[in-house]
């Protein structure tokens, strides 16, 4: 079945610095990934959507120049966060699809910004 | 807006006790309606799904059923097993935009099972 890998799984960074996450579909080409962000004991929150080759499409509230993503081929995207804060800390989870087909969730990131 | 909400967890239960986790919607239109779960230190995984009203999703003795007039889709199992230990995710997802996929979740439940 579909494959997605993230890394790292889990990541400690000082505050100012910038950390980059990693999506990866290993068995299949994914035009389409969505990366999503949990706070503790609430939901998974859509923070952008991205498709190969063209430029992310933000949520609302979700800032492109904190959060950059790129989806530079079909089978890998990046998450940077730049410049993170301690509120940056967070669950980062990424999940890929290829057309219609459901996606396909990663096994999340945990950064935490000291 | 689109909305889930589930039950408030932890939930414990003994192995081979009845299971129930509420979940209610609000949406616009006739969205699909999906339970995922999430084992210890894994992503989330697809348990089953139903994508139009009375459907019935069914997946490794779990059940949910899709109802409009209560805008619920409550997951339940008849007797839990210890590796059913997961947090489990409803959601939705609204109709198909153009193929765009829009995932809602509620926050989770935490499912313990003892032996």
Redesign the interface.
């Known amino acids: 079945g579909a494959v997605?890998s993230?890394h790292p799984s889990w990541v400690i960074c000082k505050s100012g610095t910038s950390v980059k996450i990693e999506c990866r579909s290993l068995d299949f080409q994914a035009t389409?990934m969505?990366w999503y962000r949990q706070f503790p004991?609430?939901?998974?929150?859509?923070m952008a959507?991205s498709n190969e080759g063209s430029k992310a499409t933000y949520e609302q509230g979700v800032e492109k120049d904190k959060f950059l993503i790129n989806h530079a081929s079909l089978t890998l995207s990046t998450l940077t966060v730049t410049s993170a804060h301690p509120e940056d800390s967070s669950f980062y989870?990424c999940?890929a699809?290829r057309?219609?087909a459901?996606?396909?969730?990663?096994?999340?990131t945990r950064l935490t910004v000291v | 807006g689109n909305s889930?909400t589930q039950m408030e967890g932890p939930v414990t239960l003994s192995e081979e006790a009845f299971l129930t986790i509420n979940c209610t919607y609000t949406a616009t239109g006739y969205p699909s309606l999906f339970w995922?779960v999430q084992y210890p230190?894994?992503?989330?995984?697809?348990l089953l799904?139903a994508t139009k009203a009375d459907d019935k999703g069914s997946n490794k003795g779990f059940e949910a059923t899709y109802r409009k007039e209560t805008t619920s889709f409550h997951l339940e199992k008849g007797s839990v097993q210890v590796s059913d230990s997961a947090v489990y995710?409803c959601a939705l997802n609204k109709a198909?935009e153009g193929?765009?996929?829009?995932?809602?979740?509620?926050?989770?439940t935490k499912l313990t099972v003892n032996p």
Not at chain 1, 102 to 108: K, M, N, V
Not at chain 2, 101 to 107: D, N, R, T
């Open positions: 997605v993230q389409t969505f004991k609430q939901s998974l929150m859509l959507t989870i999940s699809k057309g219609q459901l996606s396909t969730f990663g096994s999340g | 889930v995922y230190g894994e992503g989330l995984q697809l799904k995710f198909w193929g765009s996929e829009k995932l809602v979740f509620g926050k989770g």
